[in-house]
């Protein structure tokens, strides 16, 4: 059943942008008709309405892709929507994550869009296929086989390294350097244990949500 409030085009379609709801990433925009919106809010699963068809279809019908449906907002006039989605596999038809990978540069064209946006969520992809099959010479291969031990150690080192570049007057660029080697040593960790950087993530939304949007990452009691 359609919400009140939702306000369909002349030809009985509304655009809606797909988002995938643990990044924040934009994956693509489609169009839903009354009938694309009751499927995606009655199965969970993205519906989407192709002009060039002229029918209903299910995002990854064919390839597997599928969107499972976390939300779905609607705007302040009621006439674009918003779906955040779990995205299974790929969003985009060339094999792309997003559609949106593209960036436009004016008089020299397209580039390849910035991937620092996803990189966190990259990089636990990485971990967990060097899990499945490291290749020889992996670097995070070799930290995995070795075990939880070594890389807490690792982590250890790496926060020491952190502080040490801030308070020795190393500048800001090898303090950059030295917090990138620590989240993505943390990463490893969480890939080691099988935990999803999304319950990571999930916590610090949730402690930003107890505190009213103040800082999220303290722990109750410690003061934000």
């Known amino acids: 059943m359609i919400p009140d409030g939702v306000v369909f085009d002349a030809q009985g ?7 995938e709801v643990d990044t924040g990433e934009v994956l693509m925009v489609a169009w839903m008709s009354r009938e694309a919106l009751d499927r ?13 068809r002229g029918r209903l ?16 907002y609607v705007d302040c006039d009621g006439d674009s929507l918003l779906v955040q989605v ?11 994550r997003t559609c949106f990978f593209r960036a436009l540069d004016g008089a020299d064209g397209i580039t390849p869009a910035s991937p620092s946006a996803t ?8 971990v967990a296929a060097r899990q499945a099959s490291p290749p020889p010479g992996s670097y995070v291969g070799s930290l995995l086989a070795r075990g939880e031990a070594v890389i807490c150690r690792k982590i250890g080192e790496e926060a020491v390294e952190v ?14 350097e030295e917090v ?14 099988g935990i ?22 303290t722990r109750p009691g410690e003061g934000a």
């Not at 990189?119 to 990485?126: D, F, G, N, Y």
């Open 13 to 19: 379609l509304v655009p809606a942008v797909v988002q």
């Open 40 to 52: 995606t809010l009655a199965t969970g699963l993205a519906h989407f309405w192709s002009r060039s």
């Open 57 to 72: 279809w299910q995002k990854g019908e064919t390839s597997g892709h599928v969107q499972h449906v976390d939300r779905v």
């Open 86 to 96: 779990h995205q299974a596999g790929v969003a985009c038809h060339t094999g792309q």
């Open 119 to 126: 990189m966190l969520e990259r990089l636990e992809r990485t």
């Open 163 to 176: 502080v040490t570049a801030a308070l020795g007057g190393e500048g800001d660029r090898r303090v950059v």
């Open 180 to 193: 990138a080697d620590l989240w993505f040593h943390t990463i490893v960790l969480l890939g080691a244990r």
């Open 196 to 217: 999803a950087l999304a319950d990571v993530l999930s916590e610090l939304a949730r402690r930003h949500a107890e505190r009213g949007g103040r800082t999220a990452g």
